[in-house]
């Protein structure tokens, strides 16, 4: 028996074998603080509260809808994918979160292998992961698990890359970064994000034309948005979105590149190898399509370092990573 765990900045996720298939249950990773009457009348509510001391948090999924229905802030106990060090009582959230998803082990020191994104390569200032991957370490541990940290996109080479020998590049577009690894056979890999993702997108496109990120999330999130035909649902919003899209597109094939030919002496492919996309914000319509033709457009500016065989939407684009590390933790 084995566990995969993805904590992202947005949702976490477990990927565990059932029967002959593999199941994947997924939780927002979001809070909301409620006051003392609306704690009062919790009592005979349904809704998944925690308590900590005076103060008491509506957590997951339903931490969204209520927050838009009180007009609350919804509270995150990550940012751009480590643990948000601005947010105390989000540790005590996140750790019940986990405990739910996850649960009991199936047996004794079951393997747990749980995601850990690279550090920014767009942003210096960011602090490392060292505390982050020990808070989860600590925390699984005091579960019953024997936790392992995985790289976020190394995990998907795992789930997706298995027909090509282990090579090829793997993106992950979550909320809070883009997470990169290119690998060769697992034996040599380059690993990197950039800081620009689905949160990027939707606090600037709602800046860009003076609108809240509610509802840019609306639309975006609105399963008829398509970024082939943005303008269908709002004309502003949804071009806004779409051009968001491109830059952040053209931002992490500038960085790939460039980190590419940092890396080139310790990995050289000999052949094409092929691109998987994923992630939350790799699920809109059009998104493939997008990023193919940004890519053409980069690569006739300034030719890529590599070749490219083929550029695919992983199967399951938000449970790529989870799958991926079941896998891992399943072989290691
Ligand atoms: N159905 C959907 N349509 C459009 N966008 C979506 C949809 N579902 C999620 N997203 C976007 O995807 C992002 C979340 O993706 P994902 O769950 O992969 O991120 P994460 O793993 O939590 O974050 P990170 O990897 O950066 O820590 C958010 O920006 C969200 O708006
Ligand atoms: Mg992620």
Same mark, same amino acid.
């Given at each position: 028996m084995s566990v995969g765990l993805d904590l992202g900045t947005a949702n976490l996720l477990v990927a565990r074998q059932s029967g002959q298939g593999v199941e994947v249950k997924r939780i927002r990773n979001s809070f909301v603080e409620i006051d003392d009457e609306q704690r009062q009348r /919790? $009592? $005979? $509510?349904t809704l998944n509260a925690v308590h900590l001391g005076n103060k008491s948090f509506i957590v997951g999924d339903e931490a969204i809808s209520l927050a838009r229905i009180l007009n609350k802030e919804v509270r995150r106990p990550m940012s751009a994918g480590v643990l !948000? %060090?601005?947010?105390? @009582?989000g540790r005590m959230v996140i750790s019940t979160l986990i405990k739910t998803l996850?649960? #009991? %082990?199936?047996? #004794?020191f079951e393997k747990c292998a749980f995601s850990v994104p690279s550090l920014?390569?767009? !942003? &210096?200032?960011k602090s490392g992961t060292v505390w982050h991957t020990g808070f989860f370490n600590q925390l699984l541990e005091g579960l019953g698990y024997d936790p392992e940290p995985v790289n976020e996109a190394l995990a998907i080479i795992y789930s997706e890359c298995a027909n090509d020998d282990h090579c090829g590049i793997a993106i992950s577009h979550g909320a809070g970064q883009v997470n990169v690894a290119a690998s060769y056979k697992l034996i040599a890999s380059i690993e990197f994000s950039v800081a620009r993702s689905g949160d990027w997108i939707d606090a600037n496109s709602a800046a860009a034309v003076g609108t809240s990120i509610a509802k840019v999330l609306k639309i975006k999130e @609105? %399963? &008829?948005?398509?970024l082939r035909n943005p303008? &269908? /649902? @709002?004309d502003e919003i949804g071009s806004a979105i779409m051009y968001h899209y491109k830059a952040m597109i053209k931002h992490e094939l500038t960085y790939l590149s460039r980190e590419w030919i940092k890396m080139k002496a310790q990995l050289d492919f000999p052949n094409a190898i092929p691109i998987v996309l994923s992630g939350g914000t790799a699920s809109l319509k059009g998104f493939k399509e997008l990023w193919i033709e940004e890519l053409d457009r980069f690569h006739k500016r300034s030719p890529l370092p590599f070749k490219v065989s083929e550029v695919r939407l992983a199967k399951d684009p938000m449970g790529a990573v989870a799958r991926g590390l079941l896998v891992y933790a399943l072989s290691s």
């Open positions: /919790l $009592s $005979s $509510s !948000n %060090p601005e947010e105390r @009582d996850v649960g #009991e %082990p199936k047996e #004794e920014p390569v767009d !942003n &210096a200032s @609105d %399963p &008829a948005f398509d303008e &269908a /649902l @709002d």
